[in-house]
């Protein structure tokens, strides 16, 4: 007999009882699912509040991790050049980074018209802040860089006035890509430092992943877009190989109740299928000579990944048994 | 503490805040009788909208957690374990086998006003800012509602208010009554609670009376009585405490808080590393794949 019929059997005779004398003497039952909490916690409320960050956050991180890394992208084919590469880079940068980034952020707000308030101070401490005046430099350095070597690749002007542009072409160039390295993989220290356990347990994984599926982003868009080079296949294989190592990192690192959000739930499907796909899958493809294939595996699973590490936060951060493990 | 009546400091009028005094809350839920008084003094005073009518079914406690419109909370927990030298009358639910103990807990949680605040830290806009007093306050105004306190509150407290609630977008939590404590008023929740199972008071005042009233209880039978005050870990200690019976767990409340920015040291380091991998992988890329 299941415990519910005997609590119900239970009910019934002390109704009985109380009907035929007016008073029940016995013990009485616990109600089903009754207030006595049974897990630790209370009543099940979550201990530390999950993000209340919406499709925005995710998007961000994916088309932030993909500018900064075309900067980086740019950088080298300047050095190398690679001209019409660099350019292309630089434009990827630009749109995805100075214009989509900045647009997501701002939607994602809670007041959007008060978002210059995040300039207002600059804390090392807060990778939100950090993270507000990356994007902010990158944007400073990725437009005039953009802007000037589209002129100098033109040769709209000549002599010394297309010296400067191509001086400070590379100026700007440079520094994008000293902050696109910062706006790629600051995303991971950003959700890395916080109270959710599945989040701050992988504190060392988030950048490295966040970082090299922007690489890999961005190598693949490019190639999409017909820059067909060696350089950037193997920039493909460098980014799937860390991103399968990640995988198997990923899958080894259990640690009970306080992570189960990454092995358990849709969440950690959403994570898995991600790196599956921007890992091994985009590596195989590659291998079999499938390169838009497997750029456009590995762009999906950078996508896809970084929506499963948001939803991993949700889940994570209403499991209150997960933040005492974590803690254990 | 009991039976000081107007004496009590949470009557007094006060100038913590212009002699720069750190102040705090000591809770005790051994005298609470779940009221709710404080829960709604707090609503009242702070104009905090009402965030629904919501019947949990958990014991009394329709309240839930806190949050960004629910600034005071009591819990009600209910536990089959023994409350004190508890004597069981001929009301309970004794069914002559020795013992069904059975015991009901309050205590009103509120923001815990952390030495090392994760919410401020995190806050990128400077709307989070320590007081003369020692509490942490959100200035409403300059607050553009990123988020990222939410989430790096060790104790869940602070929350973004959603639509279509007043003020809404914007991070809320427990002000201390700062507006209160500025013309030498007590904030509302300790000035209302009927047995001063809320004190407010000087800080170190209250963890001397707090200790003390651990021992007082603990003589008295209550063997599980204890203080929730962090300082060992890098919260380094909250002004709004506790006193609990049994484990902080029970109260969800997080047994070791830390404060997020620890992690900020390995993240960073981490992200260092990827930086400088992804320049060499893109220098490499070009140089030996042309």
Redesign the interface.
């Known amino acids: 007999m299941t415990n519910e019929a005997q609590s119900e059997k239970r009910l019934e005779r002390l109704r009985e009882e109380a009907w035929e004398k007016g008073v029940v003497a016995g013990r009485g039952v616990d109600v089903a699912g009754g207030p006595i909490p049974r897990k630790p916690g209370y009543y099940g409320q979550p201990v530390v509040k999950p993000p209340v960050w919406t499709w925005e956050v995710p998007l961000y991180f994916f088309f932030g991790g993909l500018a900064g890394m075309s900067a980086v992208i740019a950088s080298a084919a300047v050095i190398f050049h690679h001209v019409d590469l660099a350019r292309a880079a630089m434009w990827l940068a630009a749109i995805a980074g100075a214009v989509l980034s900045p647009v997501l952020l701002i939607m994602d707000l809670g007041r959007p018209r008060l978002f210059l308030n995040m300039l207002r101070v600059f804390k090392h401490r807060s990778a939100m802040s950090m993270g507000a005046w990356i994007l902010t430099l990158f944007g400073a350095c990725v437009v005039p860089g953009l802007i000037a070597l589209e002129l100098h690749a033109q040769q709209i002007f000549a002599g010394s006035l297309d010296q400067l542009l191509r001086f400070s072409a590379g100026i700007f160039i440079f520094g994008s890509a000293i902050f696109g390295t910062l706006l790629a993989t600051y995303t991971g220290v950003l959700i890395g430092a916080t109270a959710i356990p599945a989040w701050f347990l992988h504190r060392t994984l988030l950048p490295i992943h966040f970082g090299t599926a922007g690489l890999g982003s961005a190598a693949g868009l490019l190639e999409l877009l017909g820059h067909r080079i060696a350089a950037l296949n193997f920039l493909g294989y460098y980014a799937a190989g860390v991103e399968s190592a990640l995988l198997i990192w990923l899958s080894l690192d259990k640690q009970g109740a306080a992570n189960r959000a990454i092995h358990e739930h849709g969440s950690g499907w959403l994570i898995r299928i991600g790196e599956v796909l921007n890992g091994p899958l985009a590596i195989v493809l590659r291998l079999f000579g499938l390169i838009p294939f497997a750029a456009l595996s590995f762009l999906i699973g950078a996508l896809v990944s970084r929506f499963g590490w948001i939803w991993v936060g949700k889940i994570s951060g209403s499991d209150p048994e997960a933040v005492f493990a974590s803690q254990h | 503490m009991i039976g000081e009546g107007i004496q009590s400091s949470n009557q007094r009028r006060h100038s913590f805040v212009k002699d720069h005094v750190k102040v705090g809350f000591f809770t005790d839920p051994s005298v609470c009788i779940g009221c709710k008084a404080c829960e709604v003094a707090c609503k009242e005073w702070n104009h905090v909208p009402d965030d629904g009518f919501n019947w949990?079914?958990?014991?009394y406690?329709n309240t839930?957690?806190l949050?960004a419109s629910t600034w005071r909370h009591v819990?009600f927990?209910?536990?089959?374990r023994q409350k004190g030298n508890q004597i069981v009358g001929s009301h309970s639910?004794?069914?002559g086998d020795g013992g069904?103990p059975f015991r009901w807990v309050f205590l009103s949680d509120v923001c815990k006003h952390c030495e090392e605040a994760?919410c401020l830290?995190?806050?990128?806009?400077?709307?989070i800012v320590r007081t003369e007093v020692g509490s942490v306050l959100v200035q409403n105004d300059?607050?553009?509602?990123?988020?990222?306190c939410?989430?790096?509150?060790?104790?869940?407290?602070?929350?973004?208010?959603p639509e279509p609630l007043p003020d809404?977008?914007?991070?809320f939590k427990c002000t201390f009554c700062y507006d209160r404590q500025k013309s030498g008023l007590v904030p509302a929740c300790a000035k209302v609670c009927p047995t001063e199972s809320i004190v407010f008071g000087r800080l170190d005042d209250l963890r001397a009376r707090g200790t003390a009233r651990v021992q007082q209880l603990q003589q008295s039978g209550y063997n599980d009585a204890q203080l929730y005050d962090p300082t060992e870990t890098s919260v380094r200690g909250i002004h709004a405490f506790f006193l609990i019976l049994g484990?902080p767990?029970?109260?969800?409340?997080?047994?070791?808080?830390?404060i997020?920015?620890i992690?900020?040291k390995?993240?960073?380091?981490?992200?260092?590393?990827?930086?400088?991998a992804?320049?060499i992988?893109?220098?490499?890329?070009?140089?030996?794949?042309?």
């Open positions: 949990s079914g958990n014991s406690d839930g957690h949050g819990m927990l209910e536990q089959d639910l004794d069914d069904d994760g830290e995190a806050c990128p806009t400077g709307s300059v607050c553009n509602g990123c988020g990222y939410v989430v790096s509150c060790p104790f869940g407290v602070i929350d973004r208010r809404a977008g914007g991070a484990e767990e029970a109260y969800g409340l997080p047994p070791k808080p830390q997020p920015t992690y900020l390995s993240a960073w380091t981490s992200a260092f590393a990827t930086a400088i992804s320049i992988a893109a220098l490499a890329a070009f140089a030996f794949f042309r």
